[in-house]
Every structure is written in structure tokens, then in C-alpha cells.
């Protein structure tokens, strides 16, 4: 088997002196989408802030494409061609959707797809039709969208998406599920942070369900949906 794109290993991590992740072991392949499942406070967010380097890794370890990132700073771990697309979106309010796309733009990395605006227009339509617009006078969904994109810019090869569906149309919703389809068939990885069990079954390969900031479930997502005791115990559905 081919080294993962995302191993990690141990990973421990607290806020002060509160401890919330205890000893995640995960992986993401090449070419693969990952659900990361649970419930509110279940530690999704967390496990992405400690992978990317914005929260403290007390103990374990976490590789990137082969290389100990765990020490990292964030903005290497995003050199290296790692993204991150929050759950908050953090679109630059003040900046039009070509300034934001702008400020997210790296040079084309080895294995990994290159994005143009042009490309991303393609993927969200909605966003070609305003590339004048500030990011402050925009829908949800469609700062979500441009999120998505200023992020695709940078030409990653692993992408972490922090609830992607949550709080935003159905219209858009689905356009998520064509994007993620869509990145799976430019050959990116993808971990996927979704409470959502239809959404996830539909554009990802594995799971992984989150409680309390401990793994309770690892397998196919298909193992996942049909299994109605783990759902029930581990989503509320």
C-alpha cells in the first residue's frame, strides 16, 4: 500500500487544562474523501485545529505526505500544501471575490490539481457571476463557496472541510456535494468534519464518528449508514 497523504497517530490535545482529544489514530489515502462524524462538541473541529497546528498537540504525532508536521506552525503546514476551509468561513469582508482569491493563491505544487479563478467559476458558477462583490455583501452560501475557493487556490493536496454543509441552502449543499466529487476526481484528499450522515454517505469513501473527543467508530461509510445501533448511539439518527 501507498504512503497515507495524513497519518496521524496518538494525537492528544487540550484547551488550558481541559483535555479533549485522547489518543486519535486516523488516516487519510490518496485520492480519498474521510467523514469525520459525531455530534456537536464531539471534537471534530478540534481534531482539524490540531492537524492544521492552530491548537497545541500535547502528545502523538501528525504526517503529511510523509513528513512529520507535528511542530509545524500553520503557516508551513499551508506551505506544504495542506488547506483548511473553518467552519466560521472568514472571508475577507472588505476585499471583492477576485481580491479573496487572490489572497489565497499559491504556485502550483507537484501532485496536487492547479486552480485558476476560470476553473473555480466553473466549479461555482454562482461566484462567476459577481467577481466584483466584497465578501461582506455575500449570502452564507456563497461565502462558503469563495471560502471553498481562496482555500482551492493555494493548489492543495489535502484539504480539511470543517462542516461544509451546515447552516446553508439546499441549493448549496448540493453544489458542496458536486465540489467534493469533483476534487475526488482531481485526485485531492479530503477530511470531510459533517454531522450530516446523508451528505457524508454521498461523497465519502471512510468514516470515522467522534465522541467526547474519542473514535467509537472506523470503517466504510456504507458499514456506517446501514448500521442503525452505531448511528443511533454515535449521531442521534
Given at each position: 500500500m501507498?504512503?497515507?497523504?495524513?497519518?496521524?497517530?496518538g494525537l492528544n490535545a487540550f484547551y488550558g487544562r481541559a483535555h479533549i482529544l485522547f489518543d486519535i489514530d486516523l488516516?487519510?489515502?490518496?485520492?480519498?474523501v474521510v467523514a469525520l462524524m459525531g455530534r456537536n462538541g464531539a471534537g471534530k473541529s478540534t481534531t482539524m485545529k490540531a492537524i492544521m497546528?492552530?491548537?497545541?498537540?500535547?502528545?502523538?504525532?501528525?504526517?503529511?505526505?510523509?513528513?512529520d508536521i507535528s511542530t509545524l506552525p500553520p503557516y508551513r503546514i499551508a506551505r506544504m500544501g495542506m488547506g483548511f476551509v473553518p467552519e466560521d468561513r472568514?472571508?475577507?469582508?472588505?476585499?471583492?471575490?477576485?481580491?479573496?482569491?487572490?489572497?489565497?493563491?499559491?504556485?502550483p505544487r507537484d501532485g496536487a490539481p492547479e486552480w485558476t479563478p476560470e476553473k473555480l467559476f466553473r466549479l461555482f458558477p454562482n461566484l462567476g457571476e459577481m467577481p466584483g462583490r466584497p465578501g461582506g455583501q455575500m449570502s452564507?452560501?456563497?461565502?462558503?463557496?469563495?471560502?471553498?475557493?481562496?482555500t482551492l487556490m493555494g493548489n492543495p493536496s489535502l484539504v480539511l472541510l470543517d462542516e461544509p454543509s451546515e447552516g446553508v441552502a439546499p441549493i448549496i449543499v448540493e453544489q458542496m456535494a458536486n465540489m467534493i466529487l469533483e476534487l475526488k476526481r482531481e485526485g485531492m484528499s479530503i477530511l470531510l468534519s459533517e454531522q450530516n450522515l446523508h451528505f457524508?454517505?454521498?461523497?465519502?469513501?471512510?468514516?470515522?464518528?467522534l465522541e467526547k473527543g474519542r473514535i467509537r467508530f472506523s470503517g466504510a461509510?456504507?458499514?456506517?449508514?446501514?448500521?442503525?445501533?452505531?448511528r443511533?448511539?454515535?449521531?442521534?439518527?
Open positions: 501507498s504512503e497515507p497523504m495524513l497519518k496521524v497517530s488516516e487519510v489515502a490518496r485520492g480519498e497546528g492552530l491548537l497545541p498537540r500535547e502528545q502523538g504525532s501528525v504526517t503529511f505526505r510523509g513528513a472568514r472571508v475577507f469582508s472588505d476585499l471583492t471575490v477576485m481580491e479573496n482569491l487572490d489572497a489565497g493563491r499559491q504556485p452564507g452560501g456563497e461565502q462558503q463557496m469563495l471560502t471553498v475557493s481562496r457524508a454517505e454521498l461523497v465519502s469513501d471512510r468514516a470515522y464518528v461509510i456504507a458499514e456506517l449508514a446501514k448500521d442503525e445501533a452505531a443511533r448511539a454515535w449521531l442521534g439518527v
